[in-house]
């Protein structure tokens, strides 16, 4: 029997989440969209996955780069300077007053420095904007900054990076660019490996699970059977509804280790067929990151 577990609305949400062994994790991501839609479905796959406790937290900044997320921790001396919406999903805590950030945020909006003194963040995750995901050079002295500031506020946490996934071939900006879709994928691939070799970094690959999706399970359209975009072809670089799954069964095994196809979860609008293709390759990826 199929486990299907309906979409979550809330904005607090209680999760349970996965590992060999029992584990809590608290887990903030300083991103924009390409990780915002992680609340879509990630918490509904690890609710599915036994014996470990995800606590989630979200700033958010739609299409924020590294740099303009270093030009808010620099803005935020004032501190009535709160740009971020920020949203968050606490296992642990009784309600959502007794979440640590609760105490930071107000009307839902909170800066960078704030969150990452406000909890005892066990991972912080970093990613670049996608038009600028494929350029080395953006990534300095933005993102060393940040690591410097995350390090200097919150030092216990490890922080990881998330690689975003490129665009579909049919995104206007490619040929702008004078790149294909493989080519920007390739590129983003390394431009995050040259950012975070030098610290260590743990990547977290959703780009190499979406490409290897889209290689495994090619469509006749290219729109509706690839995981970014919208059946309508209007939107053609964000994760759709079942990219969004994708992108949650890759960092539930990149997070804690667990074998995402073993993943008994899956969305009732996603075939067994493709959400099985899809566990393999958030595995397959998770497995060549390592």
Wanted: aromatic share 10%; net charge positive.
């Amino acid at each position: 029997m199929k486990n299907v577990i309906k979409p979550v609305v809330a904005v607090l949400i209680a999760v349970t989440a996965c590992g060999a062994q029992a584990k809590t994790l608290k887990v903030l991501t300083i991103g924009n969209s390409f990780s915002i839609c992680l609340l879509k479905q990630l918490p509904q796959c690890a609710a599915a996955a036994p014996d470990c406790t995800l606590d989630l937290c979200s700033l958010y900044i739609g299409g924020c780069s590294l740099e303009r997320h270093w030009n808010n921790v620099v803005a935020a001396t004032n501190k009535d300077f709160r740009p971020y919406a920020i949203k968050w999903s606490y296992a642990t805590a009784a309600n959502k007053k007794d979440a640590p950030v609760a105490k930071v945020a107000v009307d839902g909006r909170a800066n960078i420095p704030e969150v990452l003194a406000a909890d005892k963040w066990d991972v912080i995750t970093l990613q670049q904007a996608s038009s600028f995901s494929w350029q080395p050079d953006t990534y300095h002295p933005f993102g060393d900054n940040l690591v410097k500031t995350i390090r200097e506020l919150a030092p216990q946490a490890e922080i990881m990076i998330q690689q975003t996934w490129a665009y579909t071939p049919y995104d206007k900006r490619l040929a702008k660019w004078g790149i294909d879709q493989q080519t920007m994928y390739e590129k983003i691939v390394d431009a995050y490996a040259r950012f975070a070799k030098p610290y260590g970094f743990k990547i977290i690959p959703t780009g190499d699970a979406v490409q290897g999706f889209r290689k495994a399970m090619p469509s006749a359209d290219g729109i509706t059977g690839d995981p970014c975009g919208v059946p309508a072809g209007k939107d053609k670089f964000h994760l759709n509804r079942e990219g969004e799954y994708l992108q949650a069964c890759t960092w539930l095994a990149a997070l804690f280790g667990y074998d995402a196809t073993k993943l008994p979860y899956r969305p009732e609008f996603l075939s067994e067929e493709r959400a099985v293709m899809m566990r393999k390759c958030a595995m397959e990826a998770v497995n060549k990151a390592r």
